[in-house]
């Protein structure tokens, strides 16, 4: 079994895993949000940007926990 790595290196420059994850969670509410706002289901939403950050913390924690184990 491999270890897992406690931090990433790219091009000399360490970089911690959650680092990675923010950035992942970031990307997959974009695309969540998309989905949404063209569905119309969006509108429903009373404050939208408290809606995205919850989503963008919620799936950092999925994606740091299950994809990317620090």
Do not use: C, D, K
């Amino acid at each position: 079994m491999l270890p897992n790595p406690a931090e990433f290196e790219i091009l000399g420059t360490y970089y911690p895993p959650i680092l990675l994850s923010g950035l992942l969670g970031i990307v997959a509410m974009m695309l969540t949000t998309r989905w949404l706002a063209r569905r119309g289901w969006f509108r429903y939403v009373f404050f939208p940007n408290l809606v995205m950050l919850a989503m963008t913390v919620i799936y950092t924690l999925i994606i740091g926990t299950f994809l990317i184990p620090a």
